[in-house]
């Protein structure tokens, strides 16, 4: 279905006048940009945590932090099957 859309589309383009296509294209951008805004705005929160725990662990001399989904708090995303293996701690394993 995605072909065909686009395929319309250049269609339409190579057909229609030049302002109509400028027209759409600064549509499209606009509502690109807009929905991009949201989903900063949405996943702000989780990026300001995650960069709070990193700073945290450099300042207490951690080389190389790791990432831990459990200072998240969000049951959502610490239950996902995308992140690695948690670190142990020093004298285990």
Do not use: C, H
Not at 12 to 23: C, F, H, I, T
Not at 24 to 53: H, R, W
């Amino acid at each position: 279905m995605f072909k065909v859309i686009i395929l319309a589309m250049v269609l339409l383009g190579s057909v229609a006048e030049l302002s109509v296509v400028w027209d759409f294209a600064d549509l499209a951008m606009g509502l690109m940009a807009t929905t991009n805004l949201f989903s900063i705005l949405f996943m702000a929160p989780i990026a300001v945590a995650v960069l709070k725990d990193y700073e945290r662990q450099r300042r207490a001399g951690i080389e190389e932090p790791l990432f831990d989904p459990a200072i998240l708090k969000r049951p959502e995303l610490v239950d996902a099957d995308v992140w690695p293996v948690k670190r142990q701690k020093k004298g285990r394993g």
